[in-house]
């Protein structure tokens, strides 16, 4: 047995386990029988691990050019009669622009006015394309689909009415659309009463039409604006339909409400005497001078004329307009203006309908108190004029 025990001792020593004691007694005893494997009904319930599902990436965010553009059209003209700022909104329709921004009597009559029948029906206006707001009781905001699309925005967010917040979207399109009821049905707007001058009163809805620089949390991207203003003038007395007074607080707005890089005015009488009368500071001789360029369409105190005329029957495509209004909000909205390329866009005629004198833009640029004339070739300037 001694034998037998040293033997044992010997392999285990050989196998390189070193085991003395009662502890070599415990392996050269034989094992216990383990119990069998336990049933499936034994195991219990089976734990699953479900496998780390990957997060859903959010589709990258558009990148947003800060750029806005936007036409504005003021008239109160009667309804009895063609009136041009009338037809140039027709055309701006047709092309579909971009926003446009519109005296209640003017929308009023493009889509009721007997005289407009036979251009209403080269406009195949189709509402389902745009959103139509109420500004207020006097101005409308009308936004292509085509536009939201730029900006990936869905349209039944713009639709939204909200007065309580600025969304996301407004912030973004730099307007308060969620601000403005929605206007379901153009053809049926209200009847504007007889009460004359009534786009005067648009100085007052600008804070209503515009995010301005207060509404942006800082650190955040603010829209730069390219606005074209259409309306009647009158030496000394009128500018785009407003007084020179109420002219004077929509530059003020621009200045320091917005970001604003451009002005493009078509007026009668929006140079000249009226130009002096606009910019001349108060007790000085100095012309007051803005952060953004001015054009304006004529070269002196001139009734303007652009040609709102179609030059082909083939009315299909805005090409055949000689306003190109979709055209001149492309060039505006891009890094780098060409004022002269933009100008031709909405400052155009036929020679044999209108004069040089009404056509010719003068431009005022950034920081400069004088005009010079934008002709692409040789710059004239034009200095104060004696009133």
Same mark, same amino acid.
């Given at each position: 047995?001694?034998?037998?025990?040293? $033997?044992?001792?010997?392999?285990?020593? %050989?196998?390189? *386990?070193?085991? #003395?004691?009662?502890?070599?007694?415990?392996?050269?005893?034989? +094992?216990?029988?383990?119990?069998?494997?336990?049933?499936?009904?034994?195991?219990?319930? *089976? /734990?699953?691990?479900?496998?780390?599902?990957?997060?859903?990436? +959010?589709?990258?965010?558009?990148?947003?050019?800060?750029?806005?553009?936007?036409? &504005?059209? $003021?008239?109160?003209?009667?309804?009895?009669?063609?009136?041009?700022?009338?037809?140039?909104? &027709?055309?701006?329709?047709?092309?579909? %622009?971009?926003?446009?921004?519109?005296?209640?009597?003017?929308?009023?009559?493009?889509?009721?006015?007997?005289?407009?029948?036979?251009?209403?029906?080269?406009?195949?206006?189709?509402?389902?394309?745009?959103?139509?707001?109420?500004?207020?009781?006097?101005?409308?905001?009308? &936004?292509?689909?085509?536009?939201?699309?730029?900006?990936?925005?869905?349209?039944?967010?713009?639709?939204?009415?909200?007065?309580?917040?600025?969304?996301?979207?407004?912030?973004?399109?730099?307007?308060?659309?969620?601000?403005?009821?929605?206007?379901?049905?153009?053809?049926?707007?209200?009847?504007?009463?007889?009460?004359?001058?009534?786009? *005067?009163?648009?100085?007052?809805?600008?804070?209503?039409?515009? #995010?301005?620089?207060?509404?942006?949390? +800082?650190?955040?991207?603010?829209?730069?604006?390219?606005?074209?203003?259409?309306?009647?003038? !009158?030496?000394? *007395?009128?500018?785009?339909?407003?007084?020179?007074?109420?002219?004077?607080?929509?530059?003020?707005?621009?200045?320091?409400?917005?970001? @604003?890089?451009?002005?493009?005015?078509?007026? #009668?009488?929006?140079?000249?005497?009226?130009?002096?009368?606009?910019?001349?500071?108060?007790?000085?001789?100095?012309?007051?001078?803005?952060?953004?360029?001015?054009?304006?369409?004529?070269? @002196?105190?001139?009734?303007?004329?652009?040609?709102?005329?179609?030059?082909?029957?083939? $009315? !299909?495509?805005?090409?055949?307009?000689?306003?190109?209004?979709?055209?001149?909000?492309?060039?505006?909205?891009?890094?780098? &203006?060409?004022?002269?390329?933009?100008?031709?866009?909405?400052?155009?005629?036929?020679?044999?309908?209108?004069?040089?004198?009404?056509?010719?833009?003068?431009?005022?640029?950034?920081?400069?108190?004088?005009?010079?004339? /934008?002709?692409?070739?040789?710059?004239?300037?034009?200095?104060?004029?004696?009133?």
């Amino acid at each position: 047995m001694k034998f037998l025990q040293k $033997l044992c001792v010997a392999m285990v020593v %050989a196998g390189g *386990l070193f085991l #003395c004691g009662s502890h070599l007694t415990a392996a050269l005893a034989p +094992k216990a029988k383990m119990p069998a494997a336990a049933t499936a009904e034994e195991k219990g319930p *089976l /734990l699953v691990v479900a496998a780390p599902v990957a997060a859903e990436k +959010k589709p990258a965010e558009p990148v947003i050019q800060p750029y806005r553009g936007l036409l &504005i059209f $003021l008239s109160d003209a009667p309804g009895s009669r063609i009136d041009p700022i009338t037809l140039d909104f &027709i055309i701006a329709l047709a092309q579909k %622009a971009g926003p446009i921004v519109a005296s209640q009597k003017l929308v009023y009559n493009a889509f009721n006015s007997d005289v407009y029948e036979g251009w209403r029906q080269y406009l195949k206006f189709n509402q389902a394309q745009w959103i139509i707001k109420e500004i207020d009781p006097l101005f409308y905001l009308l &936004i292509p689909i085509s536009h939201l699309t730029t900006f990936a925005i869905k349209p039944e967010l713009v639709e939204k009415y909200d007065v309580d917040t600025i969304s996301r979207e407004e912030l973004v399109l730099g307007l308060k659309v969620n601000h403005m009821r929605l206007i379901v049905d153009i053809s049926k707007l209200p009847l504007p009463d007889d009460q004359p001058e009534r786009a *005067l009163y648009f100085p007052v809805a600008l804070k209503n039409i515009f #995010c301005q620089r207060r509404d942006y949390p +800082k650190k955040t991207t603010q829209p730069t604006w390219a606005v074209y203003m259409d309306g009647h003038g !009158e030496v000394r *007395l009128h500018i785009v339909s407003l007084s020179l007074e109420m002219f004077k607080e929509v530059l003020n707005f621009f200045e320091y409400k917005i970001n @604003t890089r451009l002005l493009a005015i078509s007026s #009668c009488y929006a140079a000249g005497i009226t130009t002096e009368i606009l910019f001349k500071e108060k007790q000085s001789q100095l012309q007051k001078t803005y952060p953004f360029a001015i054009i304006t369409q004529a070269l @002196t105190d001139a009734t303007t004329m652009t040609d709102p005329l179609i030059i082909s029957r083939n $009315l !299909e495509t805005p090409e055949h307009f000689l306003l190109q209004y979709a055209q001149f909000l492309d060039a505006v909205t891009k890094d780098v &203006i060409v004022y002269k390329t933009a100008a031709k866009h909405i400052f155009t005629a036929r020679e044999s309908f209108a004069s040089v004198a009404s056509t010719t833009p003068l431009i005022k640029m950034p920081g400069l108190e004088w005009f010079s004339v /934008l002709d692409g070739e040789s710059v004239v300037s034009l200095g104060r004029i004696d009133i």
